[in-house]
């Protein structure tokens, strides 16, 4: 049995789920294990989600079960194996969705939940407010974006204005 750990998006009625998901692939046997006579020793249930491990040595010995959220068989297709674990995220990527946005905003009202942004405009504008005597300070923020080679500043006036 090859257990593979994959972050994926279940698809259900068009619905992604951001949610990390266990997926198990129990791989057929090669060519060297067919022509050794080898057995497997997993039977998987696609349907329960379960795959449950036989002791082929030892076979008066329980066999044990376990769930995932999804698992394929050995007669699994290469692309559902893509389409049901790999293609969701893909798919959420290429719609623009790919955590820089939180990472980099986050939630404002929530603390815990600030992004890079908020945290650093606070820890410089809390230096600033500590600063003693007659020290000046002049903060200037650019906020720029590359995307597909072109450079907009995100502050500008004119957001459709390529920067070189």
């Known amino acids: 049995m090859r257990r593979r750990i994959v972050a ?4 259900e009625k068009q619905e992604v789920s951001d949610n990390v998901k266990v997926v198990v692939r129990c791989r057929p046997l090669n060519q060297k ?28 010995e329980l066999p044990k079960t376990f769930t995932f959220d999804t698992v394929f068989g050995p007669d699994s297709k290469q692309l559902d194996v893509y389409n049901l674990t790999a293609r969701p995220i893909i798919d959420s990527v290429l719609e623009g969705y790919n955590g820089k946005t939180f990472t980099m905003e986050g939630v404002r009202a929530v603390p815990e939940l600030r992004g890079i942004i908020p945290n650093s405009f606070a820890h410089i504008f809390g230096h600033i407010a500590k600063a003693e005597g007659d020290t ?12 597909n080679e072109e450079v907009r500043d995100l502050l500008g006036k004119d957001q459709l204005q390529r920067l070189e």
């Open 8 to 11: 994926s998006s279940k698809v």
């Open 33 to 60: 294990e067919k022509m050794m006579s080898h057995k497997l020793a997993v039977v998987v249930d696609e349907i329960r989600g379960t795959i449950t491990v036989n002791k082929l040595e030892t076979p008066q």
């Open 136 to 147: 000046r300070f002049l903060v200037r923020v650019s906020y720029l974006e590359i995307y």
